[in-house]
């Protein structure tokens, strides 16, 4: 009896020290971004409840509540979580997904895009149906992770299976998602829509090797995309040349999955286009070097073929038109984004303009501007905390010391820095 008093009051006390709504988290100390276009903020507090900012501010405008876990972030920089708008659930980790044990997934996760700072990755392609799946398990909380969003299985024109597809496709175990008529390409679209996907790829170029590029037929495109643009879901396009950007962006494509290199420069033509249609880009740079790399290239010709895709993300940029970072990673076995920030560097966006293409740019594009890509009162708390600060050098994005996804940790650099009382 006497027991059962206590163990009523001990509960009565712990209710009124952390009442219902009490603030699950504060982040002090660090010099915060609250966004591309904001004042940066020196020994900043950020305040989350629920997985939501509530507040966020100078340490001596936000008092912090007593018994609040805290972050220690001194010396360091908060700015909004990043997206990765171009990478593919592809690879050992991400087959049959729904047998996979949670910790293993949460694992190859943290490793290839917590510890890169990404709370949202775009898989712009995998075969075999288990993005919903993976997308699922993270979205219950199941899986620790970026919150996934996917088109699933892409469409590719008939007879035009790209040549380094094919063995992923063998490996999935799947037949090529080739579709050969407008009404076809119609009825997949809506099929993988109602399964919950994000939105869809076109492959309007496809590279088949020594056969050259084979085109979608423009109907066939713009069918597909047409039931994406419907329900307000992104059309992404992998063009090729410039007559796969037109069939893509007629056919009513608003997401390039990259630049164009092979292509040379873009002239002021083809950026008023992009720009005027609100056609966003996503460069992958650092994907071209590797490729052209792997053929050997001397590297006078490496130069001059990423520097085409530097002219036209700056073309673009300089345009006003949006720029969505992207590594296709899980295509290309680089998950470090280092060498993907140098190039946009060096092409000339300056850090405030990467940092919108990791924040900003995606959130507002995807439609979630309100919700992410900012640091600000009830927007989602997604955040990264950087090591040193990317107003000097854009590679300290790559910098990550932790990576939160609605306020709960899912990459920590160090185990001991874990929110402590
Ligand atoms: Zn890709």
């Known amino acids: 009896m006497r027991t059962g008093i ?7 006390a712990l209710a009124c020290a952390a009442p219902a709504g009490a603030t699950d988290l504060a982040i002090v100390g660090a010099r915060i971004i609250p966004a591309p276009d904001a004042e940066p903020i020196d020994d900043g507090v ?7 900012i509530e507040a966020v501010g100078r340490a001596d405008e936000i008092a912090v509540p007593d018994g609040t876990p805290r972050l220690e972030a001194g010396g360091q920089v908060v700015v909004a979580g990043f997206w990765n708008s171009h990478m593919h659930l592809l690879g050992e980790p991400y087959r049959d ?37 993976l997308k699922q398990r993270i979205a219950a909380g199941e899986v620790r992770g970026p919150r996934v969003l996917s088109v699933g299985m892409p469409f590719f024109p008939l007879d035009g299976t ?47 090797g020594r056969d050259g590029v084979k085109l979608m037929d423009a109907p066939v495109a713009a069918a597909v995309a047409g039931v994406a643009r419907a329900r307000d879901k992104p059309v992404f396009a992998h063009p090729t040349t410039v007559r796969g950007m037109e069939i893509a962006i007629d056919g009513g494509a608003n997401v390039l999955a990259h630049t164009a290199p092979a292509d040379g420069p873009w002239d002021d033509g083809v950026v008023a286009r992009l720009v005027r249609d609100g056609v966003a880009v996503v460069p992958t740079l650092a994907m071209f070097e590797i490729e052209i790399q792997r053929e050997q290239a001397p590297p006078a010709v490496v130069e001059r073929f990423v520097g085409n895709g ?20 899980g295509y290309v076995e680089a998950f470090d984004t280092t060498r993907e920030l140098q190039l946009l560097a060096a092409g000339g966006l300056d850090w405030r303009q990467i940092l919108a293409s990791l924040t900003t740019a995606p959130a507002g594009f995807f439609g979630e501007g309100s919700q992410r890509g900012r640091i600000e009162p009830g927007a989602v708390a997604d955040l990264v905390i950087l090591g040193t600060s990317p107003e000097q050098d854009a590679t300290a994005f790559a910098d990550v010391v932790h990576t939160l996804r609605a306020g709960e940790p899912i990459y920590s650099r160090e185990a001991d820095a874990e929110p402590s009382r």
């Open 97 to 133: 997904v729904a047998g996979q044990p949670a910790g293993q997934l949460a694992a190859v996760l943290q490793e290839q895009y917590g510890r890169w700072g990404f709370t949202t990755v775009f898989d712009l392609a995998s075969f075999g149906g288990d993005a919903p799946v």
């Open 310 to 329: 530097q002219q036209q993300v700056a073309a673009l940029a300089g345009a006003g038109g949006t720029i969505l970072f992207g590594t296709d990673a």
């Open 46 to 52: 950020i305040l989350v409840d629920g997985g939501r």
């Open 162 to 208: 790209p040549v380094y597809t094919r063995q992923l496709l063998e490996e999935a175990g799947v037949a090529s998602p080739e579709v050969a008529t407008a009404e076809e390409g119609r009825a997949r679209a809506i099929r993988q829509l109602d399964e919950g996907l994000d939105g869809v790829k076109l492959f309007t170029g496809a590279i088949l």
């Open 6 to 12: 206590l163990l009523a009051v001990l509960l009565g």
